[in-house]
């Protein structure tokens, strides 16, 4: 096989993938979930509520930026839209217009600096390394997607 390109993709063979709705990467410790107005306007709709109703429900302003609400529960803090079904599997009620930054999870920049990173991410999200096979053309676009 030929060396990739670019050594600080260490991933050029791609990787593995496949979410189990377990609900840990929405879910824990205080975080961030970051949308932009776009998203904002999308989610308002698909909730059929008002664009500033949807900003007093569930976003807040931090750093200058607007991040989802979180609520407390057994497993620290969740996003506002994690739903849990009687035998815990998680779901997101806005899967459909979910920000980029949940949509492109794992493949954030900060999990593929290092073999290291993706595995340190991996001890938390049992669908890493698991499922379905992304090569790493298709991984650079998601990567790339998240603002």
Not at 38 to 61: C, D, P, T, V, W
Not at 87 to 106: F, K
Not at 118 to 139: H, L, N, T, V
Request: include cysteine; charge should be positive.
């Amino acid at each position: 096989m030929e060396l990739p390109q670019n050594n600080s993709e260490w991933y050029a063979r791609g990787l593995r993938f496949s979410c189990t709705q377990c609900g840990r990467c929405c879910s824990g410790p205080a975080g961030f979930v970051w949308f932009t107005p776009a998203e904002a306007q999308q989610i308002a709709e698909h909730l059929g509520i008002a664009l500033n109703s949807f900003y007093e429900a569930y976003a807040r302003k931090l750093r200058g930026r607007w991040s989802m609400q979180e609520r407390d529960s057994v497993s620290g803090r969740d996003c506002v839209f994690l739903t849990r079904d009687r035998a815990g599997r998680a779901a997101c009620s806005i899967y459909p217009v979910r920000p980029a930054q949940c949509r492109t999870w794992p493949f954030w920049p900060e999990n593929l600096v290092t073999p290291e990173g993706w595995r340190r991410a991996a001890k938390s999200c049992p669908g890493m390394d698991r499922g379905r096979f992304y090569p790493i053309e298709q991984i650079r676009i998601i990567r790339d997607s998240n603002p």
